[in-house]
């Protein structure tokens, strides 16, 4: 009896150590140790273009995909077919029309650095002769200000912010950015401010230091610099995310990101916005509490390097059309024995080898412009994996946008020439019809599907924004009664309006599946197919092809 | 009776408000859907597994361990900024007038070495621009070694007048000799070690930065021995590389006047697109003491580059003569003759001829014709690579009456060669001729 009571004493003592050194046991949300995924330039470039890029036929499923032209359907797609709202994506202007004033705003976590009051810098930054700084105001906020390389005043702030509010009204998670003019007395080091300048040491960032950086940058005919200022997000910074896998210890997410269809898309959206410096190096996760709830959000960072902007002047002229190390473009030119010139290399040479457009716009056209063949610096396997449907979703989202809307966003950039701003709405507005016009054509473009009594009606989109013709279109429907998980195909029939009566059916059966393929007036070949689930009576079900 | 109106006509007015709201809206409403396209409900609610996954992808895991190693370290390096620092220590010894160096010899053999400049090591470089004082050391895992020092001044007065002052000791242990003349059989290779100590004067003038004109005088002592044997017979073993067959067996010591000019238009010292180089020299070389040598050396070198319609097409010409006449019977040592063979890299040794192997040939003069076609494959920012299809074509010979076309040897091949800024860092290249087939990595290009 004793011994069991000592036995007892022992197992206590063990609970009480335990609860004393584990008090969060048991409670999985508090206890949830995230860990800081350390991502940059080196290690993006080296497992994207040379890792993944030899490895890729290891990845069976690759191989089984490659081999049978079996494409990966997007995972994290809801009965509609569209994107629900998550961590990482919220349906914005597509969803429910942002107006102008919220556009032009974009994503507000609190005020603009004060326009008064010293700025006080923490922290300095110094890459490439781009020196950029932590700053806080007088408010006590935080802020990073990203400057213009020195002779392409606006290029870079413009760009990064212009570039935020597309983002943000698409549907990411963005920093709050703004364009902001200050003088260069408002700028105080603080006591304990360090900076790491080109030498890689960390040094003290002192007034004369301070001084030494504002001579590379460039200044405005009233003598002010001119910054894109983001604050700081608040919450507690857990690196990059990657674009393939998915982050271990959140249990929220739950897809592979190669997966998430607004991953893929990013190379759509990026094409739009020529931000071809998107890659993991410029995410960010963030651990933030919400409405009680505390959950990692995962956000986009650093756009400057979009439209016309490359990191240290106007865009090279390779970007775009090449991934950093292209093996397929240098084998291309290898086998054209350098008579084969590169769309980029007629581009540049139609340029006249030079950067001839504003600083302020850098190196922005439409020229050569191929949605199709548009790199990002880096080949990601998720942008590589973007099937039909995943562009097609992405192609609707961006045609939300009308030209007004898009000229409401350039106008964050606040550039001083009503030109530049005109001309950058205008090359994004070609861009995006450029982008519709493919994307539609690509997939089977129908949209908005709707019972009206038993009449399944729909939207054509590329009749809709004017890319096609109504006239001569064929759709070619067929009703396939659904039994279980089994189909039964009752009847084709081809109309010519986007409305097919379904009563016939819908009598006998309650659930119809509705494949629709389109055939255009010209072109003669049918298009991937939508499929439409129909069930008592209600639309319950989108499928576009991918 | 007024209060009833009112109410009326207020009633009336709502109705009329609640009817426009819903004639403008109506429109809207008829675009609604009947169903929320953004629901939650997904149409694959479960998360896919991580066993699947793991399975298809069980060929990738062995070398994912590199991947993780490899990771880590690139993101330690970007965090820490290492490697700015390298950058930056780098440039500072460079500051000082130190120049590190390193560069391949071959697949397996790298040189290594530094460059310098003394004036910039003393900070003195402000208060003498135009002077030189500087120094050089060099050595090759399996090959050479070499140092020396330069002093002397240019743009003298403001004019282009310039003066030198250069030594160099060069000591190569395990040269290749097949003999003499354009018949010579790659399987009579024998290894000889050559040892040269140099003193030279020049003086020079350049009214254009195209133009040069340069008079030189030379001490040059040099050394033959027997060298590192490598597999191969030593020179003084093989009965054909007798001291009496070959002129300067042992070395020789000789005293050089050479004038040289020089109109060079290139645009780039490397990877240039236009423009070219040409090169004439005549030296007078007399033996001291016992040795027998006596020789006038005439040079030609032109190289020129043609852009094909854009700076990524270049088709680059070479061509080299050099003939060394005996004086009043003097000779020609065997380590002056005209060389043919190899990459190319170090001329005053042997010239470029890839498909052959180093020094592979070697007589009284020599003819050499090099045709490039280089063009460009892949660009981002100032890297460049570019491939290049070569045809060398080369003979040696002894007096012009004995030239024939017939003993011109070719080789051809194929490239890679990669730059930053217009500056070669590396070039791999595979060159085929009637002995085989060479594979070069190099630092530089051979012109």
Same mark, same amino acid.
């Given at each position: 009896m004793l011994k069991e009571a000592a036995h007892f004493k022992i197992f206590a003592w063990f609970v009480i150590a335990g609860l004393a050194l584990f008090p969060n046991m048991g409670n999985a949300d508090q206890a949830a140790n995230y860990k800081k995924n350390d991502v940059g330039l080196y290690r993006d470039v080296f497992d994207q273009n040379i890792y993944y890029e030899g490895t890729n036929f290891l990845h069976l499923e690759r191989l089984y995909r490659a081999i049978f032209r079996k494409k990966s359907r997007s995972a994290n797609i809801n009965i509609f077919d569209e994107v629900p709202d998550s961590n990482f994506f919220t349906n914005r202007h597509a969803r429910t029309r942002l107006n102008a004033r919220e556009l032009e705003e974009g994503f507000r976590q609190g005020a603009p650095p004060s326009s008064n009051g010293k700025l006080t810098v923490t922290k300095g930054k110094f890459e490439g002769l781009h020196p950029g700084f932590y700053v806080r105001d007088d408010k006590g906020d935080e802020y990073l200000l990203k400057f213009d390389p020195l002779d392409y005043f606006e290029l870079a702030t413009g760009a990064e912010t212009v570039a935020n509010r597309f983002l943000y009204a698409i549907g990411y998670n963005v920093p709050q950015y703004d364009v902001f003019y200050f003088n260069a007395d408002r700028l105080v080091p603080a006591p304990e401010a360090t900076t790491v300048d080109d030498t890689g040491f960390c040094k003290k960032l002192d007034q004369a230091k301070l001084e030494e950086y504002l001579l590379y940058l460039p200044q405005g005919d009233d003598g002010k610099y001119r910054a894109a200022a983001s604050n700081l997000l608040k919450g507690e910074n857990l690196g990059g995310f990657s674009f393939a896998g998915r982050r271990k210890d959140d249990r929220e997410d739950i897809y592979d990101h190669q997966d998430r269809r607004e991953i893929r898309a990013l190379r759509v959206f990026s094409s739009w916005i020529n931000n071809n410096d998107v890659r993991e190096g410029n995410t960010l996760d963030v651990l933030v509490e919400e409405n009680g709830r505390s959950f990692i959000k995962h956000y986009l960072i650093d756009f400057n390097a979009s439209l016309g902007a490359g990191s240290d002047g106007a865009k090279p002229p390779m970007f775009t059309h090449e991934y950093m190390i292209d093996y397929g473009e240098a084998t291309k030119a290898f086998l054209g024995l350098g008579l084969w010139q590169k769309p980029w290399q007629k581009r540049w040479q139609e340029a006249g080898e030079t950067f001839s457009q504003s600083p302020a716009v850098g190196y922005f056209d439409n020229r050569y412009f191929d949605p199709s063949k548009y790199k990002t610096q880096l080949p990601y396997f998720a942008f590589k994996d973007l099937t039909r449907a995943d562009g097609f979703w992405a192609a609707r989202i961006i045609m939300s946008f009308t030209d007004d809307d898009i000229r409401a966003m350039v106008k964050a950039g606040e550039y001083s020439e009503p030109e530049d701003a005109d001309y950058i709405a205008q090359t994004l507005i070609e861009r995006r019809d450029i982008i519709g016009r493919y994307w539609f054509s690509e997939s089977n473009p129908l949209d908005k599907f709707s019972m009206t009594g038993d009449a399944l009606t729909f939207n054509n989109l590329a009749v809709d924004y004017g890319f096609e013709s109504k006239e001569g279109i064929t759709y070619h429907v067929k009703i396939i009664e659904k039994i279980k998980k089994r189909g039964k195909e009752l009847e084709t029939i081809q109309i010519s309006q986007p409305s097919v009566d379904l009563g016939k059916w819908l009598s006998e059966a309650g659930s119809l599946d509705i494949l629709i393929k389109t055939e255009w007036a010209q072109q003669g070949e049918l298009s991937p197919m939508v499929l439409v689930e129909i069930r008592q009576g209600k639309v319950a079900g989108i499928i576009h092809e991918d | 009776?007024?209060?009833?109106?009112?109410?009326?006509?207020?009633?009336?007015?709502?109705?009329?408000?609640?009817?426009?709201?819903?004639?403008?809206?109506?429109? #809207?409403?008829?675009?609604?859907?009947?169903?929320?396209?953004?629901?939650?409900?997904?149409?694959?609610?479960?998360?896919?597994?991580?066993?699947?996954?793991?399975?298809?992808?069980?060929?990738?895991?062995?070398?994912?361990? =590199?991947?993780?190693?490899?990771?880590?370290?690139?993101?330690?390096?970007?965090?820490?900024?290492?490697?700015?620092?390298?950058?930056?220590?780098?440039?500072?010894?460079?500051?000082?007038? =130190?120049?590190?160096?390193?560069?391949?010899?071959?697949?397996?053999?790298?040189?290594?070495?530094?460059?310098?400049?003394?004036?910039?090591?003393?900070?003195?470089?402000?208060?003498?621009?135009?002077?030189?004082?500087?120094?050089?050391?060099?050595?090759?895992?399996?090959?050479?070694?070499?140092?020396?020092?330069?002093?002397?001044?240019?743009?003298?007065?403001?004019?282009?007048?310039?003066?030198?002052?250069?030594?160099?000791?060069?000591?190569?242990?395990?040269?290749?000799?097949?003999?003499?003349?354009?018949?010579?059989?790659?399987?009579?290779?024998?290894?000889?070690?050559?040892?040269?100590?140099?003193?030279?004067?020049?003086?020079?003038?350049?009214?254009?930065?195209?133009?040069?004109?340069?008079?030189?005088?030379?001490?040059?002592?040099?050394?033959?021995?027997?060298?590192?044997?490598?597999?191969?017979?030593?020179?003084?073993?093989?009965?054909?590389?007798?001291?009496?067959?070959?002129?300067?067996?042992?070395?020789?010591?000789?005293?050089?006047?050479?004038?040289?000019?020089?109109?060079?238009?290139?645009?780039?010292?490397?990877?240039?697109?236009?423009?070219?180089?040409? $090169?004439?020299?005549?030296?007078?070389?007399?033996?001291?003491?016992?040795?027998?040598?006596?020789?006038?050396?005439?040079?030609?070198?032109?190289?020129?580059?043609?852009?094909?319609?854009?700076?990524?097409?270049? #088709?680059?010409?070479?061509?080299?003569?050099?003939?060394?006449?005996?004086?009043?019977?003097?000779?020609?040592?065997?380590?002056?003759?005209?060389?043919?063979?190899?990459?190319?890299?170090?001329?005053?040794?042997?010239?470029?001829?890839?498909?052959?192997?180093?020094? $592979?040939f070697f007589d009284e003069s020599a003819l050499l014709f090099n045709i490039e076609y280089r063009y460009t494959i892949w660009e981002y920012r100032d890297y460049k690579l570019d491939t290049v299809f070569f045809w060398d074509e080369g003979q040696v010979f002894g007096e012009f009456s004995e030239f024939q076309l017939s003993d011109f040897r070719e080789s051809y091949g194929i490239g890679f060669r990669l730059s930053v800024a217009n500056v070669m860092f590396l070039a791999l290249e595979v060159a085929h001729g009637d002995e085989g087939t060479n594979l070069y990595v190099k630092g530089s290009s051979p012109f």
């Open positions: - | 009776m007024g209060r009833m109106k009112h109410c009326r006509t207020s009633f009336y007015k709502v109705a009329f408000f609640f009817l426009g709201v819903l004639f403008i809206a109506s429109p #809207l409403f008829a675009q609604d859907l009947s169903y929320d396209r953004y629901t939650e409900t997904l149409r694959e609610p479960e998360a896919p597994s991580r066993v699947g996954r793991s399975i298809a992808h069980f060929l990738v895991y062995p070398f994912e361990i =590199i991947r993780y190693g490899t990771d880590k370290t690139l993101v330690a390096i970007e965090k820490h900024h290492i490697d700015k620092k390298v950058k930056w220590i780098y440039e500072k010894i460079q500051s000082y007038g =130190i120049s590190p160096h390193l560069n391949f010899v071959s697949m397996s053999n790298r040189s290594y070495g530094a460059d310098i400049d003394f004036i910039r090591l003393v900070q003195k470089k402000e208060y003498l621009p135009d002077s030189t004082l500087s120094g050089w050391v060099r050595w090759a895992e399996d090959g050479y070694f070499r140092a020396g020092g330069k002093v002397g001044w240019s743009l003298i007065k403001g004019t282009g007048l310039r003066t030198f002052g250069i030594a160099n000791y060069e000591n190569r242990h395990e040269e290749h000799f097949y003999g003499v003349g354009p018949h010579s059989s790659a399987g009579d290779g024998a290894v000889f070690s050559w040892e040269e100590t140099k003193l030279e004067y020049q003086l020079g003038y350049s009214k254009t930065p195209e133009w040069g004109i340069d008079g030189k005088f030379s001490y040059r002592n040099v050394n033959i021995s027997g060298g590192r044997d490598g597999g191969r017979g030593q020179i003084g073993e093989i009965p054909t590389f007798s001291e009496e067959r070959i002129p300067g067996f042992h070395g020789d010591s000789f005293l050089t006047w050479k004038l040289e000019v020089i109109h060079d238009t290139r645009n780039q010292k490397e990877n240039s697109t236009i423009g070219g180089m040409q $090169r004439f020299g005549f030296s007078f070389n007399e033996g001291l003491n016992s040795s027998l040598a006596r020789f006038f050396r005439y040079e030609t070198e032109v190289s020129h580059y043609f852009r094909l319609g854009a700076d990524r097409r270049v #088709l680059a010409f070479h061509f080299y003569g050099e003939h060394n006449d005996e004086v009043n019977n003097g000779q020609v040592p065997f380590h002056q003759m005209a060389k043919l063979g190899g990459y190319g890299t170090s001329p005053h040794m042997s010239h470029t001829l890839r498909g052959y192997d180093f020094n $592979r």
